[in-house]
């Protein structure tokens, strides 16, 4: 009976939740995921036989993680149900990452076919951010000069942002990028400054032909260990990569403020390209 995601589950977990659109399209994924496959009606054994076809088909503990939270919003949160009670997140274990050497970037940086891709990758290595957040940023979020990004896309409580710097070789790459889409009529009609690519692959044959699997999310750690090793203390890593709690950054403003923390950002002179 319960095989069919009504239409007003993501305004709940928007509104009453207060869950951002990014989980919530997660959310409606994985549920996706399951109603296709679990028919009714819809029991705890179910379930319970579901979760491990899936923890056997998608080992990873983060990708299973989602799946549970998706079902615990929907069955325990949405429905007032218990049937998902018994069932507990796996324990998180640490694994030191492995981060790609400069040189490493460098050859990957090399392999990006367009403007915008480089562009792309010098902004997720000196800032920090998140794809998300770069993805999402309009005209209106970016100052070219100080070199500032205020990150506007997080309006759920389980991510964070605050003021995200990039250093001059993105600054350079971004100046060329904008004033290639102002020569092409595009600019003004631009709301984000990156549009969804329409090639979405040229990352994937960058790394079949560097060998080296360098993502967003790979250069946003490479940016926090090459801040680390530049002598930026932790708390400062963790603001400029939006992990730092609202109520720490209203009572120690003036310790977080953007002028504090763009004279640390470029004391580092982080580098990519030299």
Sequence with gaps: MYNR????FSLFAMIDLQLSRGTVRTYRSCLKIFFKTVRKPITENAIRNFLWNYSQKYPNKSTYSNMLKALKC???????????????????????????????LQEFYAALPTLKERTLFLLYATSGLRKSEIMSMKLKDLDLDSRMIIPNVHGGNTKKSWIGFFNEEAQEALEKYLAKCKQNAQYYRKVRVFNPSKNPTRWKEARERTGLNVTPRVLRDWFCCQMGELSVPDRYIDAFCGRVPRSILARHYTDYSPE???????????????
């Design 74 to 104: 929907y069955f325990k949160r949405y429905l007032r149900l218990d049937i998902t009670n018994s069932f507990k997140f796996p324990k998180q274990t640490y694994t030191p990452k492995r981060v790609p050497a400069k040189e490493q």
């Design 5 to 8: 995601l009504p239409k007003d």
């Design 260 to 274: 504090r923390l763009k004279r640390i950002y470029d004391k580092a002179n982080l580098k990519v390209l030299s």
